[in-house]
Each structure stands twice: as C-alpha cells, then as structure tokens.
C-alpha cells in the first residue's frame, strides 16, 4: 500500500508511476498493514499538516518515506519533509525528488517498494 499527501498533483503523479495501490490522506485514515507515505514539503522544510496528524496514530506501519520538494528553496530544506519525518519518526528516507522526479526515481521506489514494503 502506498500512502500519500499531494497538494498540487506532483505526489499523486509519482505514486500514479508506481505498480502499487495507492491512497490519499484523509481525516482520520487509518493503515493497519505495511505502507509507503510519499509527501510533498510544506513551508520552509516542513511535514505538511495533514501527514504529520496522520503519523500520529499510523508511524509503526510506515516502512519508508519518499518525500518531493523544489530544489529552488535551497539545499537547506530541500525535501525537508522527508528529513523530518526520517529524524522525528524514525523511518527510512527512501528518495527525494525534484518536483515530479525522473523514471529513475519510479524503478528506486517501485524496487524499495516491492522489497520492503511488501516483502
Ligand atoms: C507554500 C509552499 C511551501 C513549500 N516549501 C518547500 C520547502 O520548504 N522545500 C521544498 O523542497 N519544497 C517546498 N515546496 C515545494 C513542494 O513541496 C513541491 O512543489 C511538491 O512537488 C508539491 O507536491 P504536490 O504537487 O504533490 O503538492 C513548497 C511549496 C509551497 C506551495
């Protein structure tokens, strides 16, 4: 299962390059088996709100986190989202991506996917 927050469609297109089920976060979701999440960044490096509140009742089944930024914020907070959640929820950062990213980053993920997600 994939799991994803897309404000403007670049997630929602990532997750719609992978061979995988995939949801949105609404309120009050709830995930009781292994999961990829794939967010975009909010503010400056930020979890967007809506993943950070689902995280708190769905980090244990999380198996890693793909995380798209815009690199034009700068280094600094790149993808920061994925840091964050890497650091604060201690799951893996699987790939950030550029915006939409490349088909490098699908074969990455899908293998990631398949490999850890599923196995
Ligand atoms: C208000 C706002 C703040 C953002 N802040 C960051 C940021 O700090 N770092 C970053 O890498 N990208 C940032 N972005 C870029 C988005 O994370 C990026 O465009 C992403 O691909 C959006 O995914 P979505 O189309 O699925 O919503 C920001 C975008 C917006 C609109």
């Known amino acids: 299962m994939i799991v994803y927050a897309s404000r403007t469609g ?32 909010d503010g400056l490096g930020d979890i967007p709100r809506e993943v950070a509140h689902f995280l708190e009742h769905n980090a244990n089944d999380c198996k890693g986190v793909v995380v798209s930024g815009n690199r034009n914020f700068g280094h600094k907070v790149f993808g920061g989202a994925g840091d964050k959640i890497q650091s604060t929820y201690h799951i893996p950062l699987v790939r950030k991506l550029d915006l939409r990213g490349y088909k490098a980053d699908y074969d990455a993920i899908q ?8 196995e």
């Not at 293998?111 to 599923?118: A, G, I, P, S």
Request: hydrophobic share 40%; no cysteine; charged share 20%.
């Open 111 to 118: 293998k990631f996917y398949e490999t850890r997600v599923l």
């Open 10 to 41: 670049n997630v929602r297109y990532i997750a719609s390059k992978l061979k995988a089920e995939s949801i949105g976060i609404v309120e009050e979701l709830t995930v009781n088996q292994p999961y990829l999440l794939m967010t975009y960044t």
